[in-house]
């Protein structure tokens, strides 16, 4: 039995939540580049020097490593050290600019979101709906050419619930896909387009185009090609388009 001596042992402190503040930072975050994503660029800055560029083409190289990673693995798969032998760099060079694995997950979310909105962003009413609609398309295809892994990594990110991504999916890109389904509902109206459902038409669209990424695998081994072929990727696009518009048209 203790005496009255005897030292309290005060029990050890609780350390705070961080996953929590991290996925509310990461969502500020995400937010912020759903909400600039179509805006008018900002000026061009003069030349940084060679210092500061290094510094970016570092940054770029790690971010570039992570999309490869976290694509292929998931948040949870992935490493810090497999993302720094990706990078060609040492980890501590890596935590020098991105400080853990969940913020360097959100910068590369980040940077996908803004890629990724980019085209829809240019769905605009005064457009001609079969010009706009087959930009749209090529735009799209083209991503799923260029960087199939954001649609795979956006495609992980659902699949485990999308933690980071709700905050973004019920707001800026809720508020983005509400404008571009006016637009839609304003050309059936005007009757320029049959009457169609806006939501599942833009749907149709991602899930047509983002195939070419998230199933590259199974295309290239049943058709033995792959977007990457310049004949391919422009047999795509005209299928693609024709299968939508050929719906969409008026009668």
Do not use: C
């Amino acid at each position: 039995m203790a005496g009255p001596s005897a030292k309290s042992v005060k029990p050890p402190r609780r350390a705070a939540p961080r996953a929590s503040g991290q996925s509310r930072s990461g969502a500020r975050a995400l937010v912020k580049a759903a909400q600039s994503a179509g805006e008018t660029a900002a000026p061009v800055s003069p030349p940084a020097g060679r210092r500061a560029q290094a510094g970016e083409a570092r940054k770029g190289a790690i971010l570039g490593a992570a999309l490869s990673v976290f694509a292929r693995l998931g948040l949870d798969g992935a490493s810090i050290d497999a993302i720094a032998r990706a990078a060609g760099l040492s980890k501590a060079n890596l935590l020098y600019y991105y400080p853990s694995k969940d913020a360097l997950y959100v910068a590369v979310l980040e940077q996908g979101l803004s890629r990724w909105l980019a085209p829809l962003a240019r769905f605009r009413r005064e457009e001609d709906p079969a010009e706009a609609i087959g930009a749209l398309i090529e735009a799209k295809l083209a991503m799923s050419r260029d960087h199939p892994e954001v649609s795979r990594l956006f495609a992980l990110e659902m699949l485990r619930g999308a933690p980071l991504l709700k905050p973004v999916l019920a707001g800026p890109l809720k508020a983005v896909f509400d404008a571009k389904v006016a637009v839609v509902q304003a050309w059936v109206a005007a009757g320029r387009l049959a009457p169609v459902e806006p939501p599942h038409l833009i749907f149709s669209i991602w899930a047509l185009t983002q195939h070419y990424a998230d199933f590259a695998v199974q295309v290239r081994a049943l058709s033995g090609r792959s977007l990457s072929d310049k004949g391919f990727m422009e047999e795509a696009v005209a299928a693609v388009t024709a299968l939508v518009l050929d719906g969409v048209r008026p009668r």
